[in-house]
């Protein structure tokens, strides 16, 4: 099991600006929704990634990673534990700073690559909850 280090969350947190949000739809009733509407209210620019492209408050999204025009700070995943570890190693490829796992979703050999990259690796975490335990936002 990883253990995240409670710098690496307030780092990734605090010192990033473009999050790539893999599983993000229109579908205002699932957790990538909630979460990405989170991150903006904090000032993050959150980039849907799903093959079907979809814009997000007024953001364009993109059917993967590689198809993101810019550079991306974070990746974060709303996928099943099998399917990121092709999503991470997109995330390696595409010279992001960070991989974040949502919670439940993990690939231990994935991370560690992630890791040997030199991404800062957060696993099986919520932007919602650990924004407010580490940097007092609501």
Known sequence: MTQNSDA???KVL???G????VGLSENTSRAAYGVAAYLRQQGKRTIPVHPS???IDGEQGYPTLSDIPFAVDVVDLFVR??????VIDEAVKIGAGAV???LGVRDEDAQSRARDAGLDVVVDACPRIEGPRLLDWN
């Open 14 to 16: 605090a010192d990033t």
């Open 81 to 86: 534990s099998d399917l990121a570890g092709p």
């Open 100 to 102: 974040w796992t949502q």
């Open 18 to 21: 473009v999050w790539a949000v």
């Open 53 to 55: 492209a979809p814009v």
């Open 8 to 10: 690496v969350i307030r």
